[in-house]
């Protein structure tokens, strides 16, 4: 009886979380996915440094009043398994996790998962009435999919390419080590940057430097963005 009740009841509450939420903060939101790989191969250094790169990337967002209440960011991580570590949450609300590596390199399932979490969100803020910026989903990984059926990674392109071409996203890639960039370019539309060592600290920066800048412009207004001296195409 208490199962089929609590049933009933969590969706009306769950929508009024979302009244409340966007109530109390009606600003205009810059979605951003951070797509991330903790398969074994990151273990050690690459994990750690990615871990300093999420806390940066909280300070330098917050430093800036405005970004830090437009800017909605998600994680999702990607080894054997896809596991939403941070639901969208402002910038000002965000606690970065600790990250471990462990498994395999679940690629093609993290890309439909980040799309899937982008694909909700936007009905949550058009049915709030929130307008919101073009949403980016940053993908870093230091390998290629491997664990997964090959039309699991084809079917996520596809779908990539489509949400590219309709505008729904902008998805970047940054590869880290010795990551396959012949086929990170054949996944994404944009061609993959090379990180530069494990240079997270900086990349966070920019991304963060980034997003200010796009939460400080106007809805649809083309952004330029700053120099990128963390990496390579």
């Given at each position: 009886m208490d199962y089929n009740i609590t049933r009933k009841v969590m969706p009306d509450t769950l929508k009024l979380d979302e009244v409340v939420e966007f109530a109390e903060n009606?600003?205009?939101?810059?979605?951003?996915?951070?797509?991330?790989?903790?398969?074994?191969?990151?273990?050690?250094?690459?994990?750690?440094?990615?871990?300093?790169?999420?806390?940066?990337?909280?300070?330098?967002?917050?430093?800036?009043?405005?970004?830090?209440r437009r800017v909605e960011v998600a994680i999702v991580t990607f080894d054997s398994h896809v596991n939403v570590v941070q639901d969208f949450i402002t910038a000002d609300q965000f606690s970065p996790p600790i990250l471990t590596a462990q498994g395999l390199t679940t690629m093609g399932a993290g890309i439909h998962k980040a799309l899937d979490l982008l694909q909700d969100r936007k009905a949550q803020y058009r049915t709030n009435?929130?307008?919101?910026?073009?949403?980016?989903?940053?993908?870093?990984?230091?390998?290629?999919?491997?664990?997964?059926?090959?039309?699991?990674?084809e079917q996520a392109a596809r779908r990539l390419h489509a949400d590219e071409a309709s505008k729904r996203v902008a998805f970047?890639?940054?590869?880290?080590?010795?990551?396959?960039?012949?086929?990170?370019?054949?996944?994404?539309?944009?061609?993959?940057?090379?990180?530069?060592?494990?240079?997270?600290?900086?990349?966070?920066?920019?991304?963060?430097?980034?997003?200010?800048?796009?939460?400080?412009?106007?809805?649809?207004?083309?952004?330029?963005?700053?120099?990128?001296?963390?990496?390579?195409?």
């Open positions: 009606p600003e205009p939101r810059c979605p951003c996915v951070l797509l991330l790989d903790t398969s074994g191969s990151m273990q050690g250094m690459p994990i750690d440094s990615l871990n300093q790169g999420l806390q940066t990337f909280k300070e330098e967002l917050t430093k800036n009043s405005l970004a830090a009435g929130i307008a919101y910026y073009r949403p980016w989903v940053f993908m870093i990984t230091d390998g290629e999919p491997q664990g997964e059926f090959e039309d699991v990674v970047f890639t940054v590869a880290v080590d010795n990551a396959n960039m012949a086929r990170l370019s054949q996944i994404g539309v944009r061609t993959p940057l090379r990180l530069q060592g494990l240079n997270f600290v900086e990349m966070f920066v920019w991304l963060s430097a980034s997003m200010s800048a796009v939460s400080h412009s106007k809805v649809e207004e083309q952004v330029a963005l700053p120099p990128i001296g963390w990496g390579s195409v």
